[in-house]
């Protein structure tokens, strides 16, 4: 509300999972999102607030984060890979990993603009957890590990997360041009 007051614009980070998952193609700015776990209910309340009460923002959706700095999936796999011989990584669900040096060099050229609105930005590609754990393996040079692939099922996390959460990066590519 101060930067509504003082006509500042706001970035607000939001993720892929404020969509189901159930789609077959890659969600875009359009769909209708439909959070499946608090997590993605909470990141959803923040974009509705956002929408409710400025007029100059930028909402960007992302997914699958990972960087050189902080705990994120790669900097954990590779961990695991020096502790473990046997990696069960789930195959069932999709998406894109995205870096973040990536998203911020993407966020800082967007917020250069006065194109305000709502924007998922993401690595392009597409892979499961399974197939990027194999893919984090393969250029770290690390051999002898095996990595099985299970269903999220398997891994009975405490709550559910998208099977498919491709994000599309239409507005983006209409705004910026890639």
């Known amino acids: 509300l101060a930067c509504q007051g003082l006509d500042i614009p706001v970035?607000?980070?939001?993720?892929?999972?404020?969509?189901?998952?159930?789609?077959?193609?890659?969600?875009?700015?359009?769909?209708?999102?439909?959070?499946?776990?608090?997590?993605?209910?909470?990141?959803?309340?923040?974009?509705?607030?956002?929408?409710?009460?400025?007029?100059?923002?930028?909402?960007?959706?992302?997914?699958?984060?990972?960087?050189?700095?902080?705990?994120?999936?790669?900097?954990?796999?590779?961990?695991?890979?020096?502790?473990?011989?046997?990696?069960?990584?789930?195959?069932?669900?999709?998406?894109?990993?995205?870096?973040?040096?990536?998203?911020?060099q993407q966020i800082k050229r967007l917020v250069a603009t006065e194109l305000y609105g709502t924007y998922h930005i993401t690595n392009s590609g597409r892979c499961s957890w399974y197939g990027f754990t194999r893919e984090i393996l393969k250029l770290a040079g690390i051999k002898g590990v095996k990595v099985t692939p299970i269903t999220s099922k398997e891994l009975a996390r405490p709550a559910p997360r998208p099977k498919f959460s491709v994000l599309e990066n239409y507005c983006l590519r209409l705004s910026l041009g890639n």
Do not use: H
Request: charged fraction near 25%; charge should be positive.
């Open 11 to 104: 970035l607000y980070v939001s993720t892929d999972f404020v969509f189901r998952g159930d789609k077959e193609t890659p969600y875009d700015e359009f769909d209708g999102p439909a959070p499946m776990n608090i997590y993605g209910k909470s990141k959803l309340a923040g974009e509705s607030y956002i929408k409710s009460f400025l007029s100059r923002y930028f909402i960007v959706r992302s997914s699958w984060l990972y960087g050189r700095c902080g705990k994120n999936f790669v900097t954990t796999i590779l961990k695991l890979a020096r502790e473990k011989s046997v990696l069960k990584v789930v195959d069932d669900q999709v998406g894109s990993p995205t870096y973040t040096k990536d998203l911020s």
